[in-house]
């Protein structure tokens, strides 16, 4: 677990800070805090916004009070990023409209709603709204609460009351804290906030247990043993079941969630190939291909664009025009 990290960051416009410098600041806050989009403001003049976070591991608390503003977080912006994340928004005053996988959820004060942030999204809010946005690995979540990820509640906007409200008080008081006592706090519960999060989604979907010690010792185990053999192309799941100690059946409930191992595999080994386009543009194909795990090019492709909707190719042209953009704006 790495360091806890609290902080509190303030964005407003004013005579010597223009609305639109103002808003470049208060985008790298979002992505830094929640997840890369990209932010627009839908008030004419002054801006206005607050972010009070605190991030522990590979997760984040944060409170938001912002003007009106529109998130977007494109396609490009998810197969860009290094890690998927399971995003929980509990609304305290204000209305959010949020757009995913052709629903809307209008979560209005007093509500919360789980987003994906491993697929594109769109979201608007009211001038002055406030929100907890919770932050966690999406594999993390999926081994705790036991689900497949299209079982997830995804933009559904849901009350927080009863056993749901629980959850909810943890993490808006959390977020609440003065930044040295947050810090202090995520030291004892930062490890909580995912089984919090799982406990979260079995209320919402109405499930009555977590997924079992067992089922969690062993998704935690097989996913171990990939991250160390996913370039292998000559890997197989029996081999994956022999080492981990499970049968063949039992590798394939436990990563159920992930779409089953071949999935998770092969995502592990897209993941490596994006991270090597990235690093090294000058790499030919070929050579990502195979220290990627793929036995063949031409597997490599289409697993690539199963996997993201683009070619390797496309892909890195893309990274191309970004950093292109990038040294025009110096």
């Not at 006592?181 to 999060?197: D, K, N």
């Not at 010792?217 to 160390?228: C, E």
């Not at 370039?231 to 100690?245: G, N």
């Amino acid at each position: 677990m790495g360091r806890p990290i609290a902080a509190t960051a303030e964005v407003v416009s004013t005579p010597d800070v223009s609305p639109r410098q103002a808003f470049e600041q208060w985008e790298a806050i979002v992505a830094d805090s929640i997840v890369p989009a990209t932010v627009e403001p839908l008030v004419h003049g002054k801006w206005h916004g607050r972010v009070s976070y605190s991030q522990f591991d590979r997760s984040s608390v944060t409170l938001m009070r912002a003007s009106a503003q529109r998130v977007a977080r494109s396609r490009r912006q998810v197969e860009q990023s290094g890690e998927e994340y399971f995003l929980v928004n509990f609304v305290v005053d204000g209305v959010n409209w949020t757009d995913q996988k052709g629903r809307r959820a209008q979560t209005d004060s007093g509500s919360v709603a789980f987003f994906d942030g491993g697929r594109p999204i769109v979201s608007v809010t009211t001038d002055n709204a406030l929100s907890v946005v919770v932050r966690a690995p999406m594999e993390q979540v999926l081994e705790h609460s036991g689900l497949s990820r299209d079982e997830l509640p995804i933009a559904t906007a849901m009350p927080t009351s009863g056993a749901l409200g629980v959850v909810t008080g943890f993490f808006r008081g959390l977020a609440e804290l003065p930044p040295a006592e947050s810090s202090r706090a995520a030291t004892v519960l930062g490890t909580q906030c995912v089984e919090m999060l799982a406990s979260a989604v079995l209320l919402a979907t109405g499930e009555n247990s977590p997924a079992p010690p067992d089922s969690v010792f062993t998704r935690r185990q097989v996913l171990a043993y990939l991250r160390k053999r996913f370039t292998d192309p000559d890997l197989t799941m029996d081999e994956v079941a022999h080492a981990c100690l499970v049968s063949r059946r039992t590798l394939y409930r436990v990563c159920a969630g992930f779409g089953g191992p071949a999935a998770l595999v092969r995502r592990m080994r897209i993941d490596h190939a994006r991270k090597l386009l990235r690093t090294d543009p000058t790499r030919p194909l070929s050579a990502v291909a195979f220290s990627s795990g793929f036995g063949t090019e031409r597997h490599f492709y289409r697993a690539f664009r199963e996997e993201t909707g683009m070619t390797p190719g496309e892909f890195r042209s893309g990274l191309d025009i970004d950093s292109e953009a990038g040294t025009s704006g110096l």
